[in-house]
């Protein structure tokens, strides 16, 4: 079994539960086109919060709802942006006035999330954006950010007045508040540097990275950290965006800790026109797949203004957990599967070392049988896990009549399936190994 290289942060209860919720939600959900709409748009700061601020006022907010949603689909932990890019707090800040209890919203929508989702045995992340599009003194750069096509010179000159490091005090200062006031947090996912774009990118120098770091663990020393600091070593999870790793993430030719982030569709904001929604089973294929290759899987949703998670987010959780249902435990304390084993076409394979049990997430179902090469003599027993039916195993299929096709070398191991793919997303079957 491969292991992990150890970092500071508390990952064994990461690599147990596997999936989990991300939510962006902020001002950008009026818009429902983008999160990053504000950037697309090239909207000024000024002009931004005039036309979404007065406004927001997400009147149907019911956190326990949420929590209620994610913990059906099996997930067990969340990560909520405290902040995005456009620099909007969905908490109380003492620090700024561009926070929700300044809105029609009128309180702290962080704080009873927390509350609702740790209510349900959930672990809690912040999201919170090294990026700030509306802080007077983050430096506007030629790269991301509703000025960055400006000339240089009004882009110097808006610069004039602003000063990095100050700015680097009122992110310091926000993380202190959201990892004192909400008591044990559980994951600080960043977002993110960008210090190869040119000479104006953002790195660890702009956040004072190194500071940043230590101040997260010396308020929270076992919380679990993202790696978007530009920091080398001061990470615990790798964290790919948007696409499905091919094998377990290395660093250094070592494996580490990591979960694939996804969305639903395409934005990470509520995007009211956006049609590429991906299918339930499209989903949990992606889950597993992830864990096959030693990862997590983080599944975002993106609130409305009004506060509620639109319909086709609630259908895809809704079959998610329908799933989940049945065959949670092999995602549940689930890793890649002993390199003995080598999965067979269009398979991808689980393992839970407590248990020593394998499982087979059957992609494309085959006709009557399913040929598992180098499994023979290490199997005791098989079933199908959705229902817990058996399955008969031989070594080999006799030969048919006048042919001379076999099914596999001596090392083989078949499994009769039912000629019906079961009526799941993805069959999942069990094996018992032996040993």
Same mark, same amino acid.
């Given at each position: ?37 504000? @950037? ?43 902040? @995005? ?42 999201? @919170?954006?090294?990026?700030?599009? @509306? ?301």
């Amino acid at each position: 079994m491969l292991e992990t290289t150890p970092t500071p942060g508390d990952t064994s209860w990461f690599t147990r539960g596997r999936f989990g919720l991300f939510i962006h939600w902020g001002l950008y959900a009026m818009g429902a086109r983008h999160e990053w709409l504000q @950037h697309h748009e090239e909207i000024p700061a000024e002009q931004y919060e005039q036309r979404y601020f007065a406004r927001f006022d997400p009147d149907l907010y019911d956190p326990e709802a949420w929590a209620d949603a994610a913990a059906a689909a099996g997930m067990t932990y969340v990560v909520v942006t405290t902040k @995005h890019h456009e620099g909007f707090c969905l908490w109380d800040s003492d620090l700024t006035d561009y926070k929700a209890p300044n809105t029609p919203a009128g309180r702290d929508l962080i704080g009873p999330l927390v509350d609702a989702f740790r209510s349900r045995g959930l672990r809690i992340g912040f999201y @919170h954006s090294l990026i700030d599009w @509306h802080h007077p003194d983050y430096l506007v750069d030629p790269y991301v950010g509703p000025y960055r096509n400006l000339p240089d010179d009004e882009r110097q000159r808006m610069n004039a007045s602003r000063d990095q490091s100050r700015y680097a005090d009122y992110l310091h200062g926000q993380t202190r508040e959201l990892l004192t006031r909400y008591g044990p947090i559980d994951i600080m996912w960043f977002d993110f540097s960008f210090p190869g774009r040119g000479p104006e990118g953002k790195g660890r120098d702009a956040w004072r990275s190194d500071e940043l770091y230590r101040l997260v663990r010396e308020l929270q020393p076992n919380i679990v950290l993202n790696d978007r600091l530009d920091l080398p070593d001061g990470w615990d999870v790798k964290t790919p965006e948007q696409y499905q790793p091919t094998d377990w993430l290395r660093v250094d030719g070592q494996p580490v800790v990591w979960e694939a982030c996804q969305t639903f569709s395409g934005s990470w904001g509520y995007h009211r026109d956006e049609a590429s929604w991906k299918s339930v089973p499209m989903l949990v294929r992606m889950l597993v797949d992830s864990v096959s290759k030693g990862g997590n899987m983080l599944l975002n949703v993106g609130p409305t203004a009004r506060g509620e998670f639109d319909p086709r987010a609630l259908d895809r959780l809704t079959g998610l957990g329908r799933w989940m249902k049945h065959h949670d435990r092999s995602i549940y304390d689930c890793t890649r599967g002993p390199d003995a084993f080598a999965p067979p076409q269009d398979c991808r394979l689980t393992y839970n070392p407590e248990t020593h049990r394998l499982y087979v997430h059957v992609f494309a179902w085959p006709f009557k049988h399913l040929h598992l090469p180098g499994f023979a003599g290490r199997v005791v027993y098989a079933q199908l896990l959705h229902d817990g039916s058996e399955l008969k195993m031989r070594e080999a299929l006799p030969q048919q009549a006048g042919t001379t096709q076999t099914a596999g070398d001596a090392g083989t191991l078949t499994l009769e399936l039912p000629v019906a793919c079961p009526d799941v997303a993805v069959p999942v079957i069990e094996l018992f190994l032996s040993g």
